[in-house]
Structures are given as structure tokens and as C-alpha cells.
């Protein structure tokens, strides 16, 4: 059975940090790209971060770049997105996307996600 499942949110203050993880299973983790999404109340779903396959590529959305981190650990089949120097448009439910291309197409598998909220 795949799944994808965040942990790591809660509520934090303007300028605070936070550390999500999704930990993945059911799939063979280290054959796919992992990305972050966010989705604010009301608002589309939006890219945030993703890696490559061996943790040496990493891509950044212009409203996050330099704030936020993400990496992997294949051996714990994990993702982290590391979130430092909060603002409050950065609440948002934040999830987890495994994709891998194949000569069909992109095999795609998202987990349930995690509440994050930046306030006073």
C-alpha cells in the first residue's frame, strides 16, 4: 500500500522555524522525485520545492527561495523541508508529492498533508 505520510506542523510565530517530514512507503522511494506543495485556505495549490532522485538537485519557488530547505534521506525513505524565517502568507497545508516519469507518463502519489500556521 503507498503512502506518504507529513508530520512536522503546528503553529508558530512570524520569523519562527519548523522542520516537516514525510516518510514514505509502498513504493520504491529512491526511483522518484519528491516535492513539496502548499495549499492556502481558498487559494490553488502551489509548487514549492522538490529534489531529484540522489539528493543533489534541488528547485525553489521564488517565494520561498533562501528560506526554505528541502532534502532526503533514502535510507529512512523520508523528505524534509526545512522552513525557517516564517511569514504568515506561508500558512497553508503543505504536502508531500513522490513522481516518477515513465513512457506512459508521470506516476504520481501525494500524502494527506500538514497544517502549518504562521501567526502572532
Known amino acids: 500500500q503507498v503512502q506518504l505520510v507529513e508530520s512536522g506542523g503546528g503553529l508558530v510565530q512570524p520569523g519562527g522555524s519548523l522542520r516537516l517530514s514525510c516518510e514514505a512507503s509502498g513504493f520504491p522511494f529512491n526511483s522518484y522525485g519528491m516535492r513539496w506543495f502548499r495549499q492556502g485556505s481558498g487559494k490553488e495549490r502551489e509548487w514549492v520545492a522538490a529534489?531529484?532522485?540522489?539528493?543533489?538537485?534541488?528547485y525553489y519557488a521564488d517565494s520561498v527561495k533562501g528560506r526554505l530547505t528541502i532534502s532526503r534521506d533514502n535510507a529512512k525513505n523520508t523528505v524534509y523541508l526545512q522552513m525557517n524565517d516564517l511569514k504568515p502568507e506561508d500558512t497553508a497545508v503543505y504536502l508531500c508529492n513522490a513522481e516518477k516519469w515513465g513512457r506512459t507518463g508521470p506516476t504520481n502519489h501525494w500524502g494527506q498533508g500538514t497544517q502549518v500556521t504562521v501567526s502572532e
Open positions: 529534489i531529484s532522485t540522489e539528493p543533489g538537485s534541488t
